[in-house]
C-alpha cells in the first residue's frame, strides 16, 4: 500500500523535508501519546520532550496533513473571540487571564525557529485590513483592547497610509502589528518534528488510532500496533474524525480555499506588497493574503461549512483577489488546495479531560496557528502538575451545536450568509 501523501499544495510541492516516517506495528509504551502532529500536537509534545518526558506522536497521515500544514501562514494573535467578548460573556477575571496568553502563541513561534534553527521563511509584520468606516472603527478599540492588555507594536494606518503597506485602494485604512508575521506552515510544523525528534521523541505516521483505552494508564491502539502511556494528548482537531464522538458533538469542520500563483517579478511584488507583511481584512468571511519565500502570492479566503471540498478552488478565489489586485489578471495560479479547521459554537477554543489522563485541545475556529502552539505549553504545564492555565481554558462551556449533525451546517451556513450581508452593507 503507497504511502499517505499531503493534499496537492504550494507547501507540500516545497516542503524541507519529504521523508516519511514508518508506521507504528509494535507495542510500546511511553510517558505521554499524542494522537496528531499537527501544531497542536507538535507543540506539546516538543514542551514536553524539552522537560523529559518520553514522548510518542501518533500520526493517521502525514506531519502536518491537516490545517497546520494548509493555513495561510500567519501569526495573527489572540482568539477567534477577542479578549473584549470574554469579558462580556465570562467575567472580567477570565477575561484577565485569557488576555495574559492571547499573545504568547506568537513568541512561541519564534522561540522554536530560532532555538531550533527551523528554516520555514519567516518575516515580521501584518497588517489588518478595513473594508469600511465600521471595520476602522472597530480596529481602533482593538487598538486599546490589546494595549490594556500588554501588548504594544501597534500602529493605525489611514486610506493613504496602508498603501504604503499593500497596493490596493481597496481599504479603509488597517492597523499594523509589527510583532504579527508571516511563515510557510508545512515547513514550521516539519522543523518542529525534527526537533521533536532531536530530543528523543518518536513520530509515527500513516498510523491512524482506532482507539483509546481508558486506566490508569491509557493504551491507544491503531491497527498494527499500541501505545501504553500515563498520559494521552487528543490533538487532531478536524481530522479527528468518530474517534472521540463526545468531542465530534461538541464542533464542526469547515474548509478554508486557498490559491499559489506563479512567481511574481520583483516589480510585481514590490507594487502588491512593498514591506512583505502579510494582510487579512476585517469581514467575518475573510480574504488573507501574503508574499511565498519565492515571491508567490499566496491568496485564501472563504468558508465551506461542513468540510465540503469546492469543486474549483479558483473560481472561488481568483475573482477575489482580482477585486484587490486587478492587476494580476492573467497571472498563472501554479497551486489551488482546500483545508478544514474547527469550528465551535461560540468561537473559542475547547480544552478538556477525559478521566484523569486523557487532555485534549480542540476548536480554533480559524486562530489555531498561534492558538494551537499556546495550547502545546499550556498541555504540558498541565501534564506536569501546573494546571492553573489549561483551567482557564477548561472552564469555559463547550455547547454542542443545535440539532446535532443534521442541522448544524444549515445553522451555521445562515449565519455566515447574515454576517457577510453586514460585511457588504457596512453595519
Aim: charged share 20%.
Amino acid at each position: 500500500m503507497a504511502a499517505p501523501s499531503h493534499t496537492t499544495s504550494y507547501y507540500a510541492a516545497s516542503a524541507n523535508d519529504k521523508v516519511c516516517r514508518e508506521s507504528l506495528n509494535q507495542h510500546i509504551q511511553a510517558d505521554v501519546c499524542v494522537i496528531g502532529a499537527g501544531y497542536t500536537g507538535l507543540s506539546t509534545a516538543l514542551h514536553l520532550a524539552e522537560s523529559g518526558f518520553r514522548v510518542v506522536v501518533l500520526e493517521g497521515s502525514r506531519i502536518g496533513f491537516g490545517a497546520s500544514g494548509r493555513n495561510g501562514g500567519q501569526i495573527v494573535h489572540s482568539y477567534s473571540r477577542d479578549i473584549d467578548f470574554i469579558e462580556k460573556h465570562y467575567g472580567k477575571e477570565i477575561g484577565t487571564e485569557m488576555g495574559k496568553m492571547a499573545f504568547e502563541g506568537g513568541k512561541i513561534i519564534r522561540r522554536l525557529v530560532k532555538d531550533y534553527d527551523i528554516q520555514c521563511d519567516l518575516k515580521d509584520g501584518g497588517i489588518f485590513a478595513a473594508c469600511n468606516n465600521k471595520q476602522m472603527r472597530e480596529l481602533e478599540e482593538k487598538k486599546a483592547l490589546w494595549e490594556a492588555h500588554g501588548h504594544q507594536d501597534l500602529e493605525l494606518l489611514s486610506a493613504d497610509s496602508i498603501q504604503e503597506y499593500v497596493g490596493t485602494g481597496r481599504y479603509e485604512g488597517g492597523l499594523l502589528d509589527n510583532s504579527g508575521g508571516h511563515f510557510h506552515p508545512l515547513n514550521l510544523a516539519l522543523g518542529e518534528a525534527a526537533a521533536l525528534e532531536s530530543r528523543g521523541g518518536k513520530i509515527y505516521e500513516d498510523s491512524a488510532v482506532t482507539r483509546v483505552e481508558e486506566g490508569s494508564k491509557a493504551t491507544v491502539h491503531t491497527a498494527n500496533g499500541s501505545v501504553t502511556a500515563d498520559f494521552v494528548v487528543v490533538a487532531g482537531n478536524a481530522y479527528l474524525g468518530g474517534l472521540i464522538p463526545k468531542l465530534e458533538q461538541k464542533a464542526m469542520p469547515c474548509g478554508t480555499q486557498v490559491i499559489t500563483t506563479e512567481p511574481l517579478t520583483e516589480a510585481q511584488q514590490k507594487a502588491l506588497l512593498p514591506k512583505d507583511h502579510c494582510v487579512e481584512d476585517c469581514n467575518y468571511l475573510l480574504d488573507y493574503f501574503r508574499l511565498s519565500g519565492d515571491g508567490r502570492l499566496i491568496y485564501g479566503g472563504g468558508v465551506t461549512y461542513g468540510a465540503r471540498e469546492p469543486g474549483k478552488i479558483e473560481s472561488l478565489i481568483v475573482p477575489k483577489m482580482l477585486k484587490t489586485f486587478p492587476e494580476l489578471q492573467g497571472v498563472k495560479v501554479d497551486y489551488a488546495w482546500t483545508g478544514n479547521f474547527l469550528l465551535t459554537l461560540m468561537r473559542l477554543p475547547q480544552f478538556g479531560r477525559i478521566g484523569n489522563n486523557i487532555y485534549y485541545a480542540q476548536g480554533y475556529s480559524g486562530h489555531g496557528v498561534t492558538s494551537s502552539h499556546l495550547a502545546g505549553k499550556v498541555l504540558c504545564d498541565a501534564i506536569q502538575g501546573q494546571a492553573e492555565r489549561f483551567d482557564v481554558f477548561a472552564g469555559l462551556p463547550q455547547y454542542p451545536f443545535p440539532g446535532g449533525r443534521t442541522f448544524r451546517i444549515p445553522y451555521t451556513a445562515m449565519g455566515a450568509w447574515y454576517y457577510n450581508m453586514r460585511d457588504k452593507l457596512g453595519i
